[in-house]
């Protein structure tokens, strides 16, 4: 089993136990000067139904789930075990001298349900195992202790769990829990901007804090220089003179500063750039800023061998998202997932389009969900599927607060509420209650089938067969496919227990059947109204030796030159379609 690990600053986390793993600024578009990263080694201790369970070790290294190698632990513990975990904070001394200061606790992400404990005392609870969530914790002394103490249990199935299962082995993979992105404190004036959205099209970007007390100036940094823009009730129109288009060839950002006049101070970015649905060649196509456009995408797990569900620093996602443009790739379909703000921000700046998923909840069906579509029943009604009204809140619940989240991150263009089937249900009325809260993206509403006509797109997954391409009054878009299976020797999570679709002999063998599929199947439906496609899968995860390169990260199997030409005939047919 390999568990390289990959190094923060060149050293080896494992070798030097004084590093602080993910300690730049979690918050792109809401950065503060003053805040404090609290991850590192914390104390750690488990209680499985009021008993201590010996977890082999007392402390733990926060953000890494104790199921990964980086945690310092490697172990899933019980379902609904109680994992304690606590650290001494004491806060800058320079912050203890502005009386009028607030102090939030920030928790990025946490498995499923938190509870947080100052001095013993609890502040606040959380539950959902991929939102952000935070305490006003002003009050407290310079030093203190925090607790956070989490649960989850994959045997209940309402809260999203996406791809997790006990029993790993083929698509699904090693559970994990407890935090699993970073923890941080941020010193903010008495009035301060809690969030904040933006949207923006060709030439307007609409910045809004979300309270109407707030008034201040905002100052963007564009092509010719700085221009200043009034923020009145909380809310902005900004309007660059002679607009530069955000795409993944020109990854423009315009970055600002926004001050209330409170004193509060934030720094933050935008794009200008919108996608949207054309008429060319006689067919509707997806078009990014006005003009057709062919995405080029892989499916991206988000999985790691060292860090499973969260990589040893922010520098890993950046070495993924050049190692697809290398390939030529201009999307990456982030798969039932929602990662951390940094994976967006690397996508902004490096230029690379995101296909948003949401993460499902609800049971999985191999019947249902796998042999009865690929045999081709893929007409399903699915208001009558996953029935449970409890589980559906949450469904939707979670689809909200993942939009408030991610909505204003620039390189997210396109949602996917449903997979395959998995926890689907009423995917009409979900596309309205998505649309609803975001009409400025493209929306899948079932990626695979079961599809009931009501998404922006035709949505098509093809394994182990030609694609048989069909017109559609829609877009179509080949969500999955590919998936050819090629091992390489010494980069194999557990050897002799591979998963793939078609396995490769030889790196020649698999660069042929590649290039097979998008010259054959898919560059000659580009002008018929296939607007992209989505090559299973970016890197190899546990048992799925079907990605481009290994989990490990240590081999790329494809030849760039290759899988460039392959690029720029699409990029081209997509122009002329």
């Known amino acids: 089993m390999d568990h390289t690990l990959y190094t923060e600053n060149g050293i080896k986390l494992r070798e030097d136990q004084t590093i602080i793993p993910w300690n730049e600024h979690p918050r792109p578009l809401l950065a503060r000067d003053r805040w404090l990263c609290l991850n590192g080694w914390w104390e750690f201790s488990v209680q499985d139904k009021g008993m201590p369970v010996d977890a082999g070790t007392d ?178 129109e900004v309007r660059p003179s002679e607009p530069r288009l955000w795409s993944p060839e020109d990854p423009y950002l315009y970055h600002f500063t926004l001050k209330l006049d409170s004193g509060d101070e934030i720094s933050s970015y935008f794009a200008l750039r919108t996608i949207g649905i054309e008429v060319s060649g006689g067919v509707r196509r997806l078009s990014l800023n006005g003009r057709p456009y062919f995405f080029h995408a892989l499916l991206d797990q988000g999985y790691w061998s060292d860090g499973l569900c969260t990589p040893a620093g922010p520098a890993s996602y950046e070495e993924d998202i050049r190692t697809a443009k290398l390939l030529g790739f201009n999307t990456l379909r982030k798969h039932i997932r929602v990662e951390p703000d940094l994976f967006y921000h690397a996508c902004d700046r490096l230029g690379m389009v995101v296909f948003q998923d949401m993460v499902n909840n609800g049971d999985y069906s191999f019947l249902r969900d796998t042999i009865l579509p690929n045999l081709g029943f893929v007409r399903r009604d699915d208001r009558r599927l996953h029935r449970d009204p409890e589980t559906r809140a949450r469904f939707l619940l979670r689809m909200d607060q993942t939009v408030a989240q991610l909505g204003s991150f620039p390189s997210i263009l396109y949602w996917t509420i449903f997979n395959e089937g998995w926890g689907q249900f009423d995917s009409a009325a979900a596309y309205d209650h998505l649309h609803a809260l975001d009409d400025t993206r493209i929306i899948d509403a079932a990626s695979g089938w079961y599809d009931q006509g009501a998404g922006d797109v035709t949505s098509i997954h093809v394994y182990n067969h030609p694609y048989r391409f069909e017109p559609s009054s829609q877009p179509v878009v080949l969500s999955e496919c590919g998936g050819y299976s090629r091992v390489t020797e010494g980069h194999v999570f557990a050897s002799g227990k591979t998963y793939g679709y078609g396995a490769m002999k030889s790196d020649e063998a698999l660069i042929a059947r590649i290039e ?39 081999v790329v199997k494809l030849p760039a030159e290759r899988m460039q030409r392959l690029a720029e005939e699409m990029s081209l047919r997509g122009e002329k379609a």
């Open 516 to 554: 097979r599929l998008y010259r054959r199947e898919i560059l000659p439906r580009i002008p018929r109204g296939l607007s992209g496609s989505v090559y299973t899968q970016l890197s190899d995860v546990e048992d799925e030796v079907n990605g481009v390169v290994t989990y490990d990260r240590r």
């Open 59 to 236: 402390r733990i290294r926060v953000p890494f789930p104790p199921e990964s190698a980086l945690s310092g632990i490697r172990r899933h513990f019980p379902e609904g075990a109680v994992l304690r975990y606590r650290r001494e904070v004491t806060l800058p001394r320079e912050w203890g001298t502005d009386p009028s200061r607030h102090l939030i606790l920030h928790i990025d992400a946490a498995d499923q349900h938190a509870a947080v404990y100052i001095d013993g005392r609890e502040i606040g609870r959380h539950d959902g195992g991929y939102e952000h969530f935070s305490f006003d914790i002003t009050g407290v002394g310079e030093h203190f202790a925090l607790t956070v103490e989490t649960t989850d249990d994959l045997r209940d199935l309402r809260e999203p769990y996406g791809k997790q299962t006990m029993r790993r082995g083929g698509m699904w993979y090693t559970p994990f829990s407890g935090i699993w992105q970073s923890v941080w404190l941020e010193c903010v004036p008495e009035t301060y901007v809690e969030r904040i959205t933006v949207r923006t099209d060709l030439h307007i970007a609409v910045i809004d804090t979300g309270d109407c007390r707030h008034q201040g100036e905002i100052s963007v940094e564009g092509p010719r220089g700085s221009e200043r823009f009034a923020l009145r009730d909380g809310h902005a």
